[in-house]
């Protein structure tokens, strides 16, 4: 059976690329689109890392297993939850193969730290593998825990750059440290497929759209897509290899920073407490101010390690808090609609709901800057989510146009401005690639869903595909593969009886259970 090996490019888009490959900067993937099949993605609302990576490798959409964004806002409740790997509730595409015994490997994978079992390794990837918010994570995210040591010693492996990059006016040490990073996730990558003969390898180049939010299309992304096109070019040679090249979304250049609570406070819609944030940001210290400083000074692990992680989070960040702090920042018996960043927007139930809503989405489509509205639409959450967590999910999504960040800080003090930090900013067009002898060349093709990459996948491993994914199996085969439907697996199923209890240990020694 033909390998395949599924390179995940955090953030890529053809509005990025063309200009590139029309330059002839990137000749491998100029090659690949002539020779292979390639087409242009739409990614789920939101259009960001969490929960895009799971919808690729689950064929579903965030109503399918849970998790809408980064966090889990319950109103109801009072509660705030930063969500990690273990809060999704779905088996994903390794999980059918390794059903059907066949092997596979992920390596620097979001979405899947604590990293649980599967038949042969998963290697945890950013943004949220971590110790810190501004520290890497030393140990614990593999699975097995022992393959952590031999990824270090062989290649002297890291799942984040050191030194972080945090600013666009640092173009030396820090991109340098991403562009080597990348290059080690096709060495192990490759390395893991070969020496470990595994049928399916997945690979996620997580920081390409760090470089491409701080840079968009200056320098220092440009040489961090050509060692990617390198890459492309020595994989597309291999005869036994299916190549698939992938992005959870696409960017562009930003145009505009929207600071949604602070247009809902403005806007009668949420009601503010006075906190110490707004007394710290007053007078200049905030998060980024604080990390410049210890940067210069080289004591960003030391403050790490000394100062908690609950007392690093009571520095605000320049925008205003977020996560979990929200709460605190606003009077909630009096707040009527609280936002999580570039998309979902949540309703008290105190209030009554469809009222709130209706008079909240007919106010978001006129909000407007200087290009024209801020949004291509905004939805009903049920609109756009399918599946039995729905009614855990937004009453309200919006579609931020591109160009456009939608950031959820709560006392920035500011509704809109110009660009902050990010030159780039997430849309929902990724991209899609493939070519291998299982393939069979059919140029481009209309624009694709994320939802459909599992189910091809599967069937060019000649796997039944389950009938709870959504996507569909793409014609990018020279026969019908008349693989069929499959009962799905539950996340139990996948694990195991005794792989649940192992990771439910291990989430209870990191914190996240009691």
């Known amino acids: 059976m033909t390998k395949t090996l599924v390179v995940g490019l955090d953030g890529a888009s053809w509005e990025l690329l063309d200009p590139w490959i ?5 000749p ?11 087409a242009g993605t739409r990614s789920c609302l939101p259009p960001v890392t969490f929960p895009n990576w799971k919808c690729y490798s689950s064929g579903k959409d965030p109503g ?6 980064f966090e889990n806002v319950d109103l109801a409740a009072g509660e705030i939850t930063v969500m990690n790997g273990g809060d999704y509730d779905t088996a994903e595409l390794w999980d059918y193969l390794n059903d059907e015994g066949q092997s596979a490997g992920v390596v620097n994978m979001p979405t899947m730290y604590p990293p649980r079992d599967i038949d042969e390794l998963v290697v945890a990837g950013g943004p949220d593998a971590v110790e810190g918010e501004y520290r890497s994570i030393s140990s614990g995210y593999t699975s097995p825990p022992e393959l952590a040591a031999e990824l270090e010693e062989r290649f ?14 640092e173009r030396g040490a820090e991109v340098e440290a991403i562009l080597d990073l990348l290059e080690k996730r096709f060495e192990v990558a490759t390395h893991l497929m070969d020496e470990r003969d595994l049928d399916f390898v997945h690979v996620t180049l997580f920081y390409l759209n760090v470089l491409h939010h701080f840079f968009w299309d200056d320098e220092p992304s440009l040489r961090a897509w ?7 070019g020595r994989l597309d040679d291999r005869e036994d290899l299916n190549l698939v090249l992938m992005s959870d979304h696409g960017c562009d250049a930003t145009q505009t920073e929207f600071y949604i609570n602070e247009w809902l406070a403005e806007n009668g819609y949420q009601v503010r407490d006075t906190s110490v944030d707004a007394l710290l940001t007053r007078v200049g210290l905030d998060r980024e101010n604080l990390l410049a400083v210890a940067k210069r000074a080289g004591l960003v692990d030391t403050l790490a390690r000394v100062v908690p992680e609950s007392i690093q989070q009571l520095v605000p960040q320049r925008d205003g ?6 709460l605190e920042a606003i009077d909630l018996e009096q707040t009527k609609v609280v936002a999580s960043g570039q998309g979902p ?3 008290n139930p105190r209030f009554d709901v469809e009222s709130v809503r209706e008079s909240l989405m007919a106010d978001l489509r006129e909000v407007e800057d200087e290009h024209g509205p801020l949004f291509t639409d905004v939805y009903r959450g049920e609109d756009v989510y399918n599946g039995p967590y729905v009614d855990a999910g937004p009453e309200v999504v919006v579609d931020q146009r591109p160009g456009v960040h939608v950031n959820d800080g709560i006392g920035g003090g500011t509704v809109q401005s110009d660009p902050d930090r990010w030159a780039a900013e997430n849309t929902p067009y990724g991209i899609f690639a493939a070519s291998g002898p299982d393939f069979e060349p059919q140029g481009e093709l209309d624009r694709i869903s994320i939802l459909d990459i599992a189910p091809t996948v599967l069937a060019a491993h000649g796997c039944a595909v389950p009938t709870d994914m959504r996507g569909e199996v793409l014609p990018v085969f020279t026969e019908d593969p008349a693989v069929g439907e499959r009962a799905p697996l539950s996340i139990d199923d996948a694990l195991g ?8 240990d291990r989430l209870k020694q990191l914190g996240y259970m009691e």
């Open 22 to 26: 029309e330059a002839g900067e990137l």
């Open 28 to 38: 491998n993937l100029a090659a690949l689109r002539d020779t292979g099949t390639w």
């Open 64 to 69: 399918g297993f849970g998790v809408f964004w």
């Open 156 to 169: 002297d492996y890291r799942v984040h750059p050191d030194p972080l990059l945090s600013s666009n006016d």
């Open 226 to 232: 050509k060692t990617v096109d390198e890459w492309v």
């Open 321 to 326: 808090v977020k996560r979990d702090r929200k």
């Open 345 to 347: 927007v949540y309703i």
């Open 497 to 504: 009886s005794d792989d649940e209890d192992a990771v439910e």
